[in-house]
């Protein structure tokens, strides 16, 4: 009877140490668990490798010859790189007062006069406009003209004519050395 008598003493101590520490164990792996399931969640989030990789870019512009341009791709967009004539440069100055939908001068969208650098997706539906390549239609204004819907821009890549709102936008960019360029 004197050990039930101890026993019985005792159940109620052992009985609540027992219980906080099936508590705090089971607290511990319900913790480990969210931890576990929220870890790869919030990863996914993060951008890929392949991502971060096109998140810049660097090009050497020394190939290219004044009055050429080309295009390159940033982030899957074409990026219009054109070393402008002594005669486009002076054409986009004196637009500086004309009457633009979307007014920018000249100077805010260059940092170099003779480098005009644009992403080339018009601002209406998303076409790629002509007037990269020799021959291509360059429309009204000598600039870029898309097909498509008949938008025209000049040599700034400011919208003139055509359903377009906007002007052709200018990606962060900086010059690196005088022959090359990093975007983004």
């Known amino acids: 009877m004197a050990d039930q008598a101890s026993h019985a ?5 052992d009985g609540k140490s027992r219980r906080d520490f099936l508590l705090i164990a089971s607290s511990a792996v319900g913790a480990v668990g969210v931890v576990s399931a929220i ?3 919030v990863d996914s989030m993060s951008p890929a490798a392949d991502t971060l990789a096109m998140a810049s870019t660097e090009v050497d512009i020394s190939s290219i010859q004044v009055g050429q341009s ?3 791709a940033w982030r899957g967009k074409p990026i219009f ?3 402008r004539t002594a005669a486009e440069i002076e054409q986009a100055a004196k637009d500086d007062g004309a009457e633009l ?11 170099k006069a003779e ?5 080339g997706v018009c601002t209406h539906l998303g076409c790629v406009p002509g007037g990269q390549k020799p021959g291509d239609d360059r429309g009204e204004f000598n600039g870029w003209k898309c097909a498509c819907h008949g ?3 000049d040599t700034s890549g400011r919208i003139r004519k055509g ?10 960019y900086a010059f690196l050395t005088d022959t090359s360029i990093r975007i983004g």
């Open 70 to 72: 080309v295009t390159v």
């Open 163 to 172: 359903p377009a709102p906007k002007n052709l936008e200018v990606p962060p």
């Open 39 to 41: 870890v790869p969640f």
């Open 101 to 111: 939908r979307d007014k920018q001068t000249d100077a805010s969208r260059v940092q």
């Open 9 to 13: 003493h005792a159940a109620p101590v």
């Open 151 to 153: 938008s025209q821009y």
């Open 115 to 119: 480098w005009l650098i644009l992403i």
């Open 81 to 83: 790189i054109r070393r």
